[in-house]
T-cell receptor, first 117, second 113 residues
Framework: DADVTQTPRNRITKTGKRIMLECSQT?????MYWYRQDPGLGLRLIYYSFDVKDINKGEISDGYSVSRQAQAKFSLSLESAIPNQTALYFC????????????????FGPGTRLTVL | QKEVEQDPGPLSVPEGAIVSLNCTYSNSAFQYFMWYRQYSRKGPELLMYTYSSGNKEDGRFTAQVDKSSKYISLFIRDSQPSDSATYLC?????????????FGQGTILTVHP
């Protein structure tokens, strides 16, 4: 089973609709992240959370909100979707105490492809 | 100017070629340098990482960091069609209180038989 799962994998919606993207992880990591990926722009950080009570804005948080329901769950919401939020969205986790690699290695889910018409 | 610059390509090479992927950066506080590989319709996965300056080799892959020039490279020897993917460089200042990674734009690589 995948360690980081995202639902849905694909979503088409209309301008103005509220959308929630969900992320679950079984890795036991405290840190979770939401990114969006656009062609030519790489991965840009939307929000991140270091534990259930800690939520922080990333570089492009406008138009988005998040909820950390539990250590294993981190949801991203688009309150009123607009076409320029069409992108590939990734959830990631990390554990700074992880042995054997860089302490800030991030583990990504498979992504959600969101289209806003 | 972006903190990390990476040529998005696309890059197309024949099987067996040596591939060179590069990133430049502006933040001198970066200490951890990583390369992620992303296959189509998948999330990125860590391929290699290097701490500070120097070289690191893993099979056909070599990562180089030149902090004096703020320049990192990934070399792929004897490239294979299975190497076709998007390669993203990522960097961190190593602060455990944040853990933020700054990514390059990604380079799309195609290795054709």
């Amino acid at each position: 089973d995948a360690d980081v799962t995202q639902t849905p994998r694909n979503r088409i919606t209309k301008t103005g609709k509220r959308i929630m993207l969900e992320c679950s992880q079984t890795k036991g990591h405290d840190r979770m992240y939401w990114y969006r990926q656009d062609p030519g722009l790489g991965l840009r950080l939307i929000y991140y959370s270091f534990d259930v009570k800690d939520i922080n804005k990333g570089e492009i948080s406008d138009g988005y909100s998040v909820s950390r329901q539990a250590q294993a769950k981190f949801s991203l919401s688009l309150e009123s979707a607009i076409p320029n939020q069409t992108a590939l969205y990734f959830c990631a986790t990390s554990d700074p105490g992880l042995a054997g690699g860089p302490h800030n290695e991030q583990f990504f889910g498979p992504g959600t492809r969101l289209t806003v018409l | 100017q972006k903190e990390v610059e990476q040529d998005p390509g696309p890059l197309s090479v024949p099987e067996g070629a040596i591939v060179s992927l590069n990133c430049t950066y502006s933040n001198s506080a970066f200490q951890y340098f990583m390369w992620y590989r992303q296959y189509s319709r998948k999330g990125p996965e860590l391929l290699m990482y290097t701490y500070s300056s120097g070289n690191k080799e893993d099979g056909r892959f070599t990562a180089q960091v030149d902090k004096s020039s703020k320049y990192i490279s990934l070399f792929i020897r004897d490239s294979q069609p299975s190497d076709s993917a998007t390669y993203l460089c990522a960097m961190s200042d190593g602060g455990t209180s944040y853990g933020k990674l700054t990514f390059g734009q990604g380079t799309i690589l195609t290795v054709h038989p």
